[in-house]
């Protein structure tokens, strides 16, 4: 069903439009997660009008940012249920073709030792975010940062041990990933 090459449909016909066709545009714009699409697939179906992408996306990140500042512990594990339906960064197999053009220069097949080093590194540094946040993944829009940056936020975030911080952060990076997606699929009309 996914296709780097496929566009979205006009954000107007998605309140109407059927689940099928809702839950492939989540999927799109933030990455496959049951527990989002129960989250937002009610919203945008009960939605007099969409005007925007950007306007769908934002009320999508309120939602977790809702589910964020609840204290009740089946809000808090669906957020991380989405958060954490993010690939790894650096892994070598990524289901989502956005997520694998968008890590590819993170991903880069590259003989040379310094790079073996540096993807080892990578994969230490996602082990230790996920023991210190479990359920999270980290989450960062990369938009062509080096891996070298990338994983000097990786470390500024373990570092500071915050979940609440992490989440909204997270949070705000599943945003502008979405928003750069849906600019580059914008619909054809």
Known sequence: MESPDRHLPPVTLLPMSGDGTIKWVLDTL???SEDL???AVPAIQNAESIGSYEYLIKDVGSLMSQLAESTDPDARAKLHGILGSHPRLGEKKVES???RAEQAHL???DDSKEKEIEAAKL???NREYEARFPGLRYV???NGRSRAVVMQNMRERI???DIRAEEREAIQAMVDIALDRAEKL???I
């Open 30 to 32: 933030f990455e496959p």
């Open 37 to 39: 699409h129960t989250l």
């Open 97 to 99: 073709a956005q997520s």
């Open 107 to 109: 991903n880069s097949v």
């Open 123 to 125: 994969r230490d540094l």
């Open 140 to 142: 960062v829009f990369v």
């Open 159 to 161: 570092d500071r041990g």
């Open 186 to 188: 914008k619909p054809l």
